[in-house]
């Protein structure tokens, strides 16, 4: 008894220390591959001190160039930009925005897009699901030649069912379709669903974050993007999946608060572009498509930002800093998911500290308390900067919106957090006009009004383990 008690306790350590060299192995790695400072540091506590837990969590989440994907995406992009960035370009030429000298400062945007904002656009800014998507159906059920439809999460339920009747209308009229949609976001789709759509004649696509299916738990490079395009006329980018929550139809995540914007004009073409890199990516093809270009009489000055972990500036975090640091008087930030990192946190408190009317709006009710912990223990540091906290109590918010004084706005698929400026592929658009930025600042007006402001007075009364727990919960901030 005693011999086989040693033997077992033999394994057990034996396998522990293979498991603690792993752990150490996935540390080293973490150091020299993960991006920022603070989550190689994150990783390298967690490994060490917890292996049992960290080292499946890293196989998992931490693995920035995983199976060498950015390298693949980034030769797929460069492989095709002849049919598509150079056919946008080339269309959008004759309607590059000329901005005021005040509006100047927002060239950092066109830098970070590698295009210029364009004129001629039509915006309209589209409030929850039920404006979403009638605008989104209608479109369809006008489209002529093709419509691209991209989402993360589509579920096969009564509004999926209503997207696939529309699709499979245009079908019967002759319209090709382009249907794309993230593996792991919309991993509870069934297959009929799908099938009946390709017997149709429809082109279906599952995004994954690796050509390799043996690693499909990989969970970065998810594609967050909720894109539709037709006709190349009309786009529609914002926060709204396919699911009948978006409609408000969940039993706790109720009413569901989004925003989604429709562009009519030359920006809608440019939307296009990171479309035709997802599906290429996906299946190698690319997409007949169009590059019409004409000019709306709202002439709204726009700009398509696409952001993905293949990109070398990492627009998707910088667009964020570059607008706060170009706030002279307000900024205003909706997001659902609020984890900064460090450059976001100094520069929403030096943009308060210079007098910047600077507000955030969160959730009250969450569906992830983990993210909704680590973003609490920011706020106090915030709090003592000015920088002012309200807590949205009509519902479950999930727009992702930014307003910057009186003359720009955006409107998008990125939260502020980590995984959406570093990790997943997002779409912002962004909006250089002062009348459409009057009818965001009327739509967030009346979200203030439902909301609660938080007060230094409601951090302190926190319980210990409420206030622990969100200093804990911060320091998975970089993978969360």
């Known amino acids: 008894m005693n011999i086989l008690h040693e033997h077992a306790t033999l394994i057990i350590a034996s396998s522990y220390l293979l498991l603690e060299m792993a752990a150490i192995a996935a540390a080293v790695h973490a150091v020299m591959h993960v991006r920022t400072a603070q989550g190689a540091i994150a990783w390298l506590l967690a490994l060490i001190t917890m292996p049992i837990v960290a080292l499946p969590l890293y196989t998992v989440f931490g693995r920035r160039r995983f199976m060498g994907y950015v390298d693949a995406r980034r030769a797929g992009d460069a492989a095709i930009a002849h049919l598509t960035t150079r056919h946008a370009d080339e269309a959008a030429a004759p309607f590059h925005s000329r901005l005021d000298t005040d509006s100047r400062r927002y060239f950092g945007f066109e830098t970070l897009a590698d295009t210029p904002f364009l004129s001629g656009n039509e915006a309209t800014l589209l409030i929850d699901g039920e404006a979403t998507f009638e605008a989104i159906f209608t479109a369809i059920e006008r489209a002529e030649h093709y419509v691209l439809v991209q989402f993360y999460i589509i579920r096969d339920d009564h509004l999926g069912g209503r997207l696939k009747s529309v699709l499979l209308g245009c079908l019967e009229r002759g319209v090709h379709v382009y249907l794309l949609f993230d593996r792991i976001g919309s991993h509870q789709l069934p297959s009929t669903y799908t099938r009946e759509l390709r017997n149709a004649g429809a082109r279906v696509q599952a995004f994954t974050g690796t050509t390799r299916r043996v690693w499909k738990l990989q969970v970065n490079f998810r594609n967050h993007r909720k ?14 999946n396919v699911g009948d929550e978006y409609l ?27 479309f035709l890199e997802d599906w ?23 700009l398509s930002l696409p952001s993905s972990p293949s990109d070398d500036r990492e627009p998707g975090a910088l667009m964020f800093v570059h607008a706060i640091h170009s706030a002279r008087r307000r900024l205003w930030i909706v997001s ?15 943009a308060a500290l210079r007098g910047v009317d600077v ?26 900067a000015d920088v002012r906290f309200y807590r949205f109590e009509g519902g479950f918010l999930h ?6 004084d009186q003359d720009l706005a955006t409107v998008g698929t ?44 409601d951090l302190a009364a926190d319980p210990w383990w409420k206030y622990t727990a969100a200093r804990g919960a911060r320091l998975l901030a970089p993978v969360l």
Do not use: C
């Not at 609020?338 to 520069?347: E, K, L, Q, Y």
């Not at 909704?372 to 223990?377: F, H, I, P, S, V």
């Not at 959406?420 to 600042?441: C, I, K, Q, W």
């Open 414 to 457: 990125a939260n502020l957090d980590n995984r959406s400026m570093r990790l997943n592929f997002e779409h912002t658009m962004v909006v250089a006009d002062r009348r459409f930025a009057e009818s965001v600042e009327a739509m967030l007006t009346a979200d203030f009004h439902e909301s609660t402001q938080i007060q230094p007075d």
């Open 280 to 302: 290429y990516w996906s299946s190698g093809a690319i997409p007949d498509v169009q590059w019409p270009a004409r000019a709306m009489s709202a002439d709204h000055h726009v």
């Open 359 to 384: 507000r955030v709006l969160i959730p009250g009710i969450t569906d992830n308390r983990l993210v909704a912990l680590a973003g609490r223990a920011y706020l106090p540091e915030l709090m003592a």
């Open 336 to 350: 659902p998911y609020f984890v900064p990192n460090g450059s976001i946190i100094d520069a929403l408190k030096m």
């Open 248 to 274: 408000g139809a969940d039993r706790v995540l109720t009413p569901w608060r989004d925003t989604h914007l429709q562009i009519e004009g030359p920006a809608a073409m440019v939307v296009q572009v990171p």
């Open 399 to 404: 727009q992702k919106v930014m307003l910057i």
């Open 227 to 240: 894109i539709v395009v037709v006709d190349g006329r009309t786009s529609f980018v914002g926060g709204l």
